[in-house]
C-alpha cells in the first residue's frame, strides 16, 4: 500500500498528554496576538504551562486545525485558520467551546486531511474490530505503521503512547480517583463514543445516534467529505459517507439509519440538500456547492443557539 500523502507520520507529539479544557481557545487566542508564540522561550509563561504542554498545545492546535504551521525566516509561525476564526474567533460560533456540539466539530477535524494524527485516524477507520483492548490496537496500528510509512523510523514507544493518550481522551473512566480525575479534564470522554467494559481493561465503540451529536454537525461533515472526492459532483452514496476511510460514518460512528435520519431531519429546513433512491441506490445529494451549503448549515444551527 502506498503511502497517503494526506496522512503525516506524525505520532507522540502530544508529549502523553490529551487535549485539555481551554487548551484550544488558549492556544488560538496566544496565536492571533502573536504568531510566533509558540517559538518563544517566554512561550510557558505566557501560555500559563510547563514547556512540554506548550509542545502539546500547540500539537493539538495544529491536529485539530485550529493553527497551520509554517517556516517563515527558519522559524516556525502558527497562524489561526479559517475554520479556528469561524469557530473560536470573538463573534464566532462558540468561542468558548460550551456548546457540546463544537467538540464533534474539533473530532471530525482531526480526521479531514492533512491529517497530523494517523494513530486516531486508524482506530477509527480501519481497526475494523467490535472490540479492543489496548494490546490489540497497538498491535494493529504496528501493522500500519509498517505498511503505511514503511520508510520511516516510528518507534513502538511512540505507538504504545498514542494508545494511551487516545483511550484516555476518548473514554470516561469509572476507575480509581486519579484516573476519573485525569478523564474529567478533557472534554471528549463527554462524546461518548468509546465505552469501557466494566473492568477497563477492553473498550467498544458506540455506534448509532449520540446525544450531543446534531444532524447539523453530522450533514456538514457529510457536505465536507463529499466535496473531497470531486469538485462538480452533486451526489454521493450513503455508502461511501458511511464506510469509506476518513468519512463522517466512520469517524462519528453511524448507522445508516442514524445518517439517513439527521440528513432528512436537516433537509426539512435547507432545501438544497435531499436524499434519493435509484435502482436501491440511496445516494446524498445536494444542488450547490457542498462546503458553502456545509458553512450555511453550521452557520444558522450555531446562531440559534447563541
Known amino acids: 500500500m502506498a503511502q497517503d500523502a494526506t496522512i503525516h507520520p506524525i505520532f507522540a507529539r502530544h508529549e502523553t498528554f490529551h487535549p485539555r479544557f481551554g487548551w484550544l481557545k488558549k492556544g488560538f487566542d496566544k496565536a492571533t496576538e502573536d504568531n510566533a508564540v509558540f517559538s518563544k522561550e517566554s512561550a510557558p509563561v505566557v501560555l500559563g504551562v510547563g514547556k512540554n504542554m506548550v509542545k502539546a498545545i500547540r500539537y493539538w492546535c495544529i491536529a485539530f486545525k485550529v493553527v497551520d504551521e509554517t517556516r517563515t525566516d527558519g522559524k516556525y509561525v502558527h497562524n489561526p485558520t479559517e475554520f479556528s476564526e469561524k469557530l473560536l474567533g470573538?463573534?464566532?460560533?462558540?468561542?468558548?467551546?460550551?456548546?457540546?456540539?463544537?467538540?464533534?466539530?474539533?473530532?471530525?477535524?482531526?480526521?479531514?486531511?492533512?491529517?497530523?494524527?494517523?494513530?486516531?485516524?486508524?482506530?477509527?477507520?480501519?481497526?475494523?474490530?467490535?472490540?479492543?483492548?489496548?494490546?490489540?490496537?497497538?498491535?494493529?496500528?504496528?501493522?500500519?505503521?509498517?505498511?503505511?510509512?514503511?520508510?520511516?523510523?516510528?518507534?513502538?514507544?511512540?505507538?504504545?503512547?498514542?494508545?494511551?493518550?487516545?483511550?484516555?481522551?476518548?473514554?470516561?473512566?469509572?476507575?480509581?480517583?486519579?484516573?476519573?480525575?485525569?478523564?474529567?479534564?478533557?472534554?471528549?470522554?463527554?462524546?461518548?463514543?468509546?465505552?469501557?467494559?466494566?473492568?477497563?481493561?477492553?473498550?467498544?465503540?458506540?455506534?448509532?445516534?449520540?446525544?450531543?451529536?446534531?444532524?447539523?454537525?453530522?450533514?456538514?461533515?457529510?457536505?465536507?467529505?463529499?466535496?473531497?472526492?470531486?469538485?462538480?459532483?452533486?451526489?454521493?452514496?450513503?455508502?461511501?459517507?458511511?464506510?469509506?476511510?476518513?468519512?463522517?460514518?466512520?469517524?462519528?460512528?453511524?448507522?445508516?439509519?442514524?445518517?439517513?435520519?439527521?440528513?432528512?431531519?436537516?433537509?426539512?429546513?435547507?432545501?438544497d440538500i435531499f436524499l434519493t433512491d435509484t435502482a436501491g441506490m440511496i445516494q446524498f445529494a445536494y444542488y450547490d456547492d457542498p462546503l458553502k451549503i456545509s458553512e450555511r448549515i453550521l452557520t444558522s444551527y450555531y446562531k440559534k443557539r447563541n
Not at 471530525?108 to 482506530?123: D, E, G, R, V
Not at 494493529?140 to 504504545?160: A, W
Not at 469509572?174 to 472534554?187: A, F, I, M, R, W
Not at 458511511?242 to 468519512?247: C, I, N, P, T, V
Open 90 to 271: 470573538e463573534d464566532g460560533w462558540d468561542p468558548f467551546l460550551e456548546n457540546p456540539s463544537s467538540l464533534w466539530l474539533l473530532h471530525w477535524n482531526l480526521f479531514k486531511p492533512p491529517c497530523y494524527a494517523p494513530a486516531w485516524f486508524f482506530t477509527f477507520n480501519e481497526l475494523n474490530k467490535i472490540d479492543f483492548s489496548p494490546h490489540d490496537l497497538l498491535f494493529s496500528l504496528r501493522e500500519y505503521r509498517d505498511r503505511q510509512f514503511p520508510s520511516r523510523k516510528i518507534l513502538d514507544s511512540s505507538l504504545n503512547k498514542d494508545v494511551n493518550c487516545l483511550i484516555r481522551m476518548y473514554v470516561e473512566r469509572t476507575g480509581p480517583k486519579n484516573l476519573k480525575e485525569d478523564s474529567l479534564d478533557c472534554p471528549f470522554t463527554e462524546l461518548g463514543i468509546i465505552n469501557a467494559y466494566t473492568d477497563s481493561k477492553r473498550f467498544t465503540f458506540n455506534f448509532g445516534n449520540k446525544p450531543t451529536l446534531p444532524p447539523e454537525i453530522t450533514v456538514a461533515a457529510c457536505l465536507e467529505f463529499a466535496r473531497s472526492f470531486q469538485d462538480d459532483a452533486r451526489t454521493i452514496s450513503i455508502s461511501r459517507l458511511l464506510y469509506d476511510a476518513g468519512s463522517p460514518g466512520q469517524a462519528f460512528k453511524l448507522t445508516e439509519s442514524s445518517l439517513s435520519d439527521a440528513i432528512e431531519t436537516v433537509s426539512l429546513k435547507a432545501k
